[in-house]
């Protein structure tokens, strides 16, 4: 194989490498937006129900943090995704 070859096989592999890191970060910021938002719209909101209803407080608040883990899966599998794109 020639030189310059090699350094075109190179270059090449370091493009993919560079947009893959690219497609990496996009996924993962993107895919912590959605539930960066819920999460803070679902406390939000329950603080607002618990302050009309405070006797309500702990139904509330276990609801509230069910909710929570469940929007947090879904941060957690947008990095899982962001780890396969680059690792893959």
């Known amino acids: 194989m020639t ?3 090699e350094f075109a096989l190179q270059a090449a592999q370091m493009s993919s490498d560079s947009i893959k890191a690219i497609a990496m970060a996009i996924a ?3 895919g912590v937006l959605g539930p960066g938002i819920g999460i803070g719209m679902l406390v939000s909101k329950a603080l607002e129900a618990i302050g009309r209803n ?3 407080t ?3 608040q276990a609801t ?3 909710g929570i883990a469940f929007v ?3 941060a957690i599998f947008a ?3 962001a780890f396969v794109i680059k690792f893959a």
């Open 58 to 60: 702990g139904k509330i």
């Open 54 to 56: 405070p006797e309500a």
């Open 64 to 66: 509230m943090f069910i």
């Open 72 to 74: 947090e899966a879904l």
């Open 79 to 81: 990095l899982v995704v």
């Open 28 to 30: 993962a910021g993107i």
């Open 3 to 5: 030189p310059e070859m």
